[in-house]
T-cell receptor
């Protein structure tokens, strides 16, 4: 069964601290994996995309990693800011129209 | 802004009403999507249109009826909905629906409440 599991479900950190969000996927065939950021009341916005041959991809303070052998991905946020408060969604694409969404991690950054 | 515009942003409707959600994309994309997002649940894909043809219908009840008159516009017609249909409905578009050009650009969503 194709599925994407994210952890933790929610996370609270202090401004300026780093954090890492986890994503485990069971998807076959595997095409690519994306991380999206969804601010409250808005649609998701893509942060990174990685294929099975890529191990890491950065976008500013966001760094995503991918281990295709263990089928795990992580999103590391460096020097968090209040504006990082959002839901972060891991999405695995299997090709064709099949896109499997995780339930997301809700991140709260406090001053 | 993402280039995908949804209207209305909020909608409250009775179970006997008929309403429509509208989505417009200005990105020249070939694929458009409707998603349902319920609280604390993953996004659920409802419909996929590629080059104005419906290519995916994920067992969505017939009270939801999509329409894609052209590659830039997508509608979701609603009738006789149930309270459990209350959710955020997101429209998205992508360059195409396969391969690497699959980054979806989402609209702001329509927050639907069925009373």
């Amino acid at each position: 069964k194709n599925q994407v599991e994210q952890s933790p479900q929610s996370l609270i950190i202090l401004e300026g601290k780093n954090c890492t969000l986890q994503c485990n996927y069971t998807v076959s065939p595997f095409s690519n994996l994306r991380w999206y950021k969804q601010d409250t009341g808005r649609g998701p916005v893509s942060l990174t995309i990685m294929t099975f041959s890529e191990n890491t991809k950065s976008n500013g303070r966001y760094t995503a990693t991918l281990d295709a052998d263990t089928k795990q991905s992580s999103l590391h946020i460096t020097a968090s800011q209040l504006s990082d408060s959002a839901s972060y969604i891991c999405v695995a694409h299997t090709g064709g129209f099949k896109t499997i969404f995780g339930a997301g991690t809700r991140l709260f950054v406090k001053a | 802004e993402t280039g995908v515009t949804q209207t209305p942003r909020h909608l409250v409707m009775g179970m006997t009403n008929k309403k429509s959600l509208k989505c417009e994309q200005h990105l020249g994309h070939n694929a458009m999507y409707w998603y349902k997002q319920s609280a604390k649940k993953p996004l659920e894909l409802m419909f996929v249109y590629s080059l104005e043809e419906r290519v995916e219908n994920n067992s969505v009840p017939s009270r939801f009826s999509p329409e894609c008159p052209n590659s830039s516009h997508l509608f979701l017609h609603l009738h006789t909905l149930q309270p459990e249909d209350s959710a955020l409905y997101l429209c998205a578009s992508s360059q195409d629906s396969t391969g690497m050009n699959t980054e979806a650009f989402f609209g702001q969503g329509t927050r639907l409440t069925v009373v």
